[in-house]
């Protein structure tokens, strides 16, 4: 099988094949990067190729190779081809795979790349060909992957879950998923999702008649004989001549579940073509929940999904569902997917709870990739708390670490103002251990009352003193970031900080001599005002990207840039790029302040013992 990889700028797809590379033997698949084989067969950089001939000249060039390579004879292939690559070139007859992530639309900053419209500011830039090219990438695709945020390189779990996603393995999937309309748009799509699912113990697969014909509904029913199906009632129409005729008996006959919706108006019909044993009511508003449970005799499971803002009516309706689990199910939903976490949790431990292939139906649904993750019926978690949250490195960062704990790890939005009330809820849930990020270090370290400590980016529940102890491991993050200017104290005057916000403290330990600008007025800070009108050898960037984020002085022209943000679309790195400077992401900073997390945790748990 031919394999073409797609997906934005700066996803990954060229270290995804590297990784597909390692884990398949070459006597099996062929990997091929067109970018590298273009530049390969012209002898020029793709940078070269771009100044010297243009982009159109480029992008017929690829066309070229890429029909030329598909023409060669191979084994399977998995080929890499730009962000750019017209897809409309893809055959059907090959597997088009778009490789995706959360942060794609967020924007990001290259600085090894030729940039493409350069009247516009780099993160405009590629956000508006991002968005141009969403709509391409969804037509062309047969498979989405969903693929997480961070390093995957020595990391055991992520490489082989996501080996076994990539190459149609997976096993004892368990869990729910909605087939979407996109199915029916391309045969292909249909064949490869039946390659992907069929026979991996998934518990059920959803038919919602809003989103699928009847004709391919019964398609479904008629050609994965052997599963589980929950057939869904979503769309707002008469039924009164559908429940006799042989379409409606089969369905119904051949479903496991039938899921009636009560914003549809009352069951009466359905209470009587469906026996009891087989029926769910599900309600999606809060306004149904009395009318859910008033009718809790007349059918054999209660689904709950409703939109829900905070952690108290989170508690509250999971303790509803706890009271009866084997009837009850309880499916939170939010607008930016924040419950996820909290699906992953009631893994195994309702009848219904979905996973998502691809978009999925609602945005809290965890990715499959997430799921695999997640072990059965754990007995805590950990989890990286901030606002924002998604785009943290943290889970796969500490995946293999709490594999051995048999603990997932999750993201958990808190927002500033919510703090007090969802440490108490998410304790009770089995919080353990936590990386936690902005806004949330000073609450951290009131929570864990140690008042030498004014910050905290690492918490730990001693669950036989009932207590939590934390500790920043920011300082020995930044020092492995600044490590070798530290030293230098007679220029450390040289070294400009640009904002700082709640790590001002951190820095300013480690480098008392350096001077400290606010990034929203420009200013230099309190002490440092005798700065003002020098020159910059290093800069250090410590805002977020913000409106009231100001860029440097233009005169100002440092040696290098490093960023405390590892994130594509820092301020930082666009700056870096304007002044086309050295630059050294946050990443190494990360990844020291990780690994001390790790002996901190490792302490904790050996004093607990």
């Known amino acids: 099988m031919i394999t073409i990889i797609i997906g ?105 790349r030729p940039r493409l419209n350069p009247e516009l500011s780099p993160i405009q830039e590629f956000q508006d060909r991002a968005q141009q090219r969403e709509p391409r990438y969804r037509d062309a695709a047969d498979e989405i992957y969903l693929m997480p945020e961070g390093i995957f390189e020595h990391h ?45 113990e998934i518990e059920l697969f959803e038919l919602r008649d809003d989103f699928l014909s009847e004709e391919f509904i019964l398609q479904v029913l008629n050609e994965m004989p052997h599963e589980q199906f929950l057939f869904s009632f979503r769309h707002v129409k008469d039924h009164a001549a559908w429940w006799g005729t042989e379409s409606a008996k089969k369905i119904l006959e051949k479903a496991a579940w039938v899921d009636w919706a009560l914003e549809l108006g009352p069951p009466t019909q359905l209470l ?15 306004l149904h929940f009395s009318d859910l449970a008033a009718l809790k005799d007349q059918v054999a499971h209660l689904k709950y999904a409703p939109m829900i803002s905070g952690f108290k009516d989170l508690m509250k309706y999971h303790q509803w569902q706890t009271e ?4 009850r199910s309880f499916l939170p939903r939010s607008l930016n997917g924040r419950w996820g976490w909290y699906r992953l949790l009631q893994k195994d431990q ?35 708390l901030g606002d924002p949250v998604a785009h943290s490195f943290t889970p796969i960062e500490h995946s293999d670490y709490f594999k051995k704990r048999n603990l997932p790890v999750f993201f958990v939005q808190i927002t500033r103002e919510e703090w007090n009330e ?36 690492t918490l730990y529940f001693d669950r036989l003193k009932g207590q939590w102890n934390g500790t920043s491991t920011d300082d020995d993050g930044f ?70 984020t100001v860029m440097p002085p233009a005169e100002w022209n440092p040696a290098m840039i490093l960023d405390l943000n590892y994130k594509e679309d820092s301020m930082g790195r666009e700056y ?34």
């Open 8 to 112: 934005h700028r700066g996803t990954g797809k060229t270290e995804l094949v590297k990784r597909l590379r390692l884990s398949i033997p070459e006597s099996e698949a062929e990997f091929i990067d067109l970018d590298e084989a273009i530049e390969e067969k012209i002898g020029k950089s793709i940078r070269d190729l771009f100044f010297d001939h243009g982009e159109s000249y480029f992008r017929e060039l690829e066309r070229q190779m890429f029909l030329e390579t598909l023409q060669k004879p191979h084994k399977e292939m998995f080929l890499v081809v730009g962000a750019g690559f017209d897809v409309a070139v893809i055959p059907e007859t090959v597997r088009t795979l778009w490789v995706r992530r959360q942060t794609d639309l967020d924007g990001r900053i290259f600085l090894n």
């Open 156 to 200: 055991h779990q992520v490489l082989s879950v996501e080996k076994s996603l990539l190459t149609h393995k997976l096993q004892n999937v368990g869990g729910a998923v909605t087939l979407m309309p996109s199915l029916m748009q391309k045969a292909r799509r249909w064949e490869l999702f039946k390659e992907r699912y069929q026979g991996r």
């Open 576 to 609: 870096a790029q304007l002044r086309a400077t050295n630059y050294q992401s946050g990443l190494s900073m990360f990844i020291g302040q990780a690994q001390q997390q790790r002996a901190f945790w490792n302490q904790c748990e050996e004093k607990s013992i």
């Open 324 to 327: 009866d689990s084997a009837n």
């Open 350 to 384: 309702q009848l219904i709870n979905f996973w998502r292939d691809g978009e999925g139906s609602a945005s809290d649904q965890p990715t499959l990739f997430q799921w695999m993750m997640t072990p059965d019926k754990p007995e805590g978690f950990a989890a990286v």
């Open 272 to 286: 009587q073509h469906v026996p009891k044993e087989k029926l769910i009511l599900s309600a999606h508003e809060e």
């Open 422 to 457: 969802a440490m108490p809820i998410l304790e009770k849930f089995g919080l353990r251990y936590a990386a936690v990020t902005a806004p949330h270090k000073e609450n951290a370290a009131k929570w864990c009352r140690h008042p030498e400590l004014k910050a905290v980016n």
């Open 479 to 548: 020092r492995e970031l600044i490590e070798g200017i530290g030293m230098l104290a007679p220029l450390q005057k040289e070294i400009f900080v640009w904002g700082g916000g709640g790590v001002l403290p951190m820095i300013e330990k480690a480098l008392p001599h350096a001077s400290y600008f606010s990034s929203r007025t420009g200013e230099p800070r309190p002490g440092s005002e005798s700065a003002k009108g020098l020159m910059p050898k290093v800069l250090i960037w410590a805002a977020p990207r913000a409106p009231e």
